[in-house]
C-alpha cells in the first residue's frame, strides 16, 4: 500500500527536497550528480516514458510519437557513431518544433507538414552559434531539468491556488538562484580520478570527453566566468580543467547543476501520489524494475559503459516529453492571460 500525500503535504516535502538537493550538491556537486545520474535517472527515464505512454504522450495523433522516438534513434547513433554537435543540435531542434505541432493539431496534414517546416528550421537554423548550442547541449540538460520542472512547479501552483504551492515554488527560485552568488571556497574538496574519467575533460577547441563536462564548459564561458577568456580556445587545456574542477565559481556551477538533476529526480518520485505513475500493469512494472537492476549492474561494472548504454533512454524521455512541455508552457500563457483580462 502506497503512502498518499494531498497536494499541499505534496508542497511542503519537496521544499524539504529542494534543501537537502542543494545541501549535497555544495558539499559534493559531482559525486552526487554521478551517483542521481546513475542510481535515479534510469528509474526516472523508464516509469516516465510508461506514464507518458498511457497518455499518448499528449499528442494529437495515434503515431506521432513514433517521429520523436525515431528522431532519438537516430540521435544515439550519431552520438555513438561521434558525429559533430551540429547534427544532435539539428535533429533535437527537429523534435522540438515538430512536437508543437503534434501536440496541439488535430488534422494529420497539419501535423505532418508542420513536421516539414521543423525539419526545414532545424536544417537552416540549427547550426548557428546560439540555436546549435542551446538545442545540443542546453535543452537535453539543464532547461530539460531546471526550466521545464519550474514550469511544472508553477502550473501546479496555479492550479492548486495554494499558499503551498506557491511557497514551493519561491523555495525552488530562491535555492536555484542562490547558487548565482554564493560561491564556496570548497576548502579541502578534491576530485578524484574516478570522478574526472566519468564526469570529462575538456580536450582543447571547444570538445570534451565527455557531453557532462561540455555543458559545465559551455555555460561557464557563455558567463564569463574568470578563468575562461574569451579566446579560451588557445588555452592551455590542463588550466582549463583545473579551472573547471577547482575554481569556486566553476565549482558553484557544477553545485546547481547536480542540485537541478537531483531535484529533477526527486521531485518525480515525490509525485506519486500526485500523478499516479506506478499505477501500470504487474506486467510492465516488473520490467521497468528489471531494467532498472540491469542499468544499476552496468553502472556499477564500468560507470562510461552505463552512459552509452542508458544514452538512448535518457534522450528519448526528453523527447518524448516535448509535447507535454508545450502544453505546459501554453496553459501557463493562457492563465497568466486570463488573469491580466480580470484585473482592474
Given at each position: 500500500m502506497?503512502l498518499?500525500?494531498?497536494?499541499?503535504q505534496?508542497?511542503?516535502?519537496?521544499?524539504?527536497?529542494?534543501?537537502?538537493?542543494?545541501?549535497?550538491?555544495?558539499?559534493?556537486?559531482f559525486?552526487l550528480?554521478?551517483?542521481?545520474y546513475?542510481?535515479?535517472?534510469p528509474?526516472h527515464?523508464?516509469?516516465?516514458?510508461?506514464?507518458?505512454?498511457?497518455?499518448?504522450?499528449?499528442?494529437?495523433g495515434?503515431?506521432?510519437?513514433?517521429v520523436?522516438?525515431?528522431?532519438?534513434?537516430?540521435?544515439?547513433a550519431c552520438?555513438?557513431?561521434?558525429?559533430?554537435?551540429g547534427?544532435l543540435?539539428?535533429?533535437?531542434?527537429?523534435a522540438?518544433?515538430?512536437?508543437?505541432?503534434?501536440?496541439?493539431?488535430?488534422?494529420?496534414?497539419?501535423r505532418?507538414?508542420?513536421a516539414?517546416?521543423?525539419?526545414?528550421?532545424?536544417?537552416?537554423?540549427?547550426?548557428s552559434?546560439?540555436?546549435?548550442?542551446?538545442f545540443?547541449?542546453?535543452?537535453p540538460?539543464?532547461v530539460h531539468?531546471?526550466?521545464?520542472?519550474?514550469?511544472?512547479?508553477?502550473?501546479g501552483?496555479l492550479?492548486?491556488?495554494?499558499?503551498?504551492?506557491?511557497?514551493?515554488?519561491?523555495?525552488?527560485?530562491?535555492?536555484?538562484?542562490?547558487?548565482?552568488?554564493?560561491?564556496?571556497?570548497?576548502?579541502g574538496?578534491?576530485?578524484?580520478?574516478?570522478?574526472?574519467?566519468?564526469?570529462?575533460?575538456?580536450?582543447?577547441?571547444?570538445?570534451?570527453?565527455?557531453?557532462?563536462i561540455?555543458?559545465?564548459?559551455?555555460v561557464?564561458?557563455?558567463?564569463?566566468l574568470?578563468?575562461?577568456?574569451?579566446?579560451?580556445?588557445?588555452d592551455s587545456v590542463?588550466?582549463?580543467?583545473?579551472?573547471?574542477?577547482?575554481?569556486p565559481?566553476?565549482l558553484?556551477l557544477m553545485?546547481?547543476?547536480a542540485f537541478?538533476y537531483?531535484?529533477?529526480?526527486?521531485?518525480?518520485?515525490s509525485?506519486?501520489?500526485?500523478i499516479?505513475?506506478h499505477?501500470v500493469?504487474?506486467?510492465r512494472?516488473?520490467?521497468?524494475?528489471?531494467?532498472?537492476?540491469?542499468s544499476?549492474?552496468?553502472?556499477?561494472?564500468?560507470?562510461?559503459?552505463?552512459?552509452?548504454?542508458?544514452?538512448f533512454?535518457?534522450?528519448?524521455?526528453?523527447?518524448?516529453?516535448f509535447?507535454?512541455?508545450?502544453?505546459?508552457?501554453?496553459?501557463?500563457?493562457?492563465?497568466?492571460?486570463?488573469r491580466?483580462?480580470?484585473?482592474?
Amino acid at each position: 500500500m502506497s503512502l498518499k500525500l494531498n497536494p499541499d503535504q505534496v508542497n511542503y516535502l519537496n521544499m524539504g527536497l529542494m534543501a537537502l538537493s542543494a545541501a549535497l550538491a555544495y558539499a559534493r556537486p559531482f559525486e552526487l550528480f554521478l551517483f542521481v545520474y546513475a542510481v535515479l535517472g534510469p528509474l526516472h527515464y523508464l516509469t516516465e516514458i510508461s506514464w507518458l505512454h498511457d497518455r499518448n504522450y499528449y499528442t494529437r495523433g495515434r503515431y506521432d510519437y513514433w517521429v520523436l522516438l525515431g528522431t532519438s534513434v537516430l540521435i544515439t547513433a550519431c552520438y555513438l557513431g561521434g558525429s559533430a554537435g551540429g547534427v544532435l543540435a539539428g535533429l533535437t531542434s527537429f523534435a522540438f518544433i515538430a512536437a508543437f505541432f503534434f501536440a496541439f493539431f488535430e488534422k494529420p496534414l497539419a501535423r505532418y507538414l508542420g513536421a516539414g517546416v521543423a525539419a526545414l528550421a532545424a536544417f537552416l537554423f540549427a547550426g548557428s552559434a546560439g540555436v546549435g548550442p542551446f538545442f545540443g547541449l542546453l535543452m537535453p540538460t539543464l532547461v530539460h531539468v531546471f526550466l521545464f520542472t519550474a514550469f511544472f512547479i508553477l502550473a501546479g501552483a496555479l492550479r492548486g491556488k495554494s499558499l503551498s504551492g506557491a511557497l514551493s515554488l519561491a523555495v525552488f527560485a530562491a535555492v536555484g538562484g542562490s547558487f548565482l552568488f554564493f560561491h564556496p571556497a570548497h576548502s579541502g574538496y578534491q576530485v578524484g580520478d574516478y570522478v574526472r574519467d566519468n564526469y570529462g575533460t575538456f580536450q582543447g577547441d571547444g570538445r570534451a570527453s565527455n557531453p557532462f563536462i561540455g555543458v559545465n564548459y559551455f555555460v561557464a564561458k557563455s558567463l564569463g566566468l574568470q578563468g575562461l577568456a574569451a579566446g579560451s580556445r588557445t588555452d592551455s587545456v590542463d588550466a582549463v580543467n583545473v579551472f573547471l574542477y577547482r575554481n569556486p565559481a566553476a565549482l558553484a556551477l557544477m553545485s546547481f547543476i547536480a542540485f537541478a538533476y537531483t531535484y529533477h529526480y526527486l521531485n518525480w518520485f515525490s509525485k506519486t501520489s500526485v500523478i499516479r505513475w506506478h499505477e501500470v500493469p504487474r506486467g510492465r512494472m516488473a520490467a521497468v524494475v528489471l531494467a532498472w537492476l540491469a542499468s544499476l549492474g552496468i553502472y556499477a561494472y564500468d560507470y562510461s559503459a552505463g552512459i552509452k548504454w542508458l544514452f538512448f533512454l535518457s534522450f528519448t524521455h526528453v523527447l518524448l516529453e516535448f509535447p507535454l512541455n508545450h502544453l505546459t508552457a501554453a496553459g501557463l500563457l493562457r492563465e497568466f492571460k486570463g488573469r491580466s483580462a480580470v484585473s482592474p
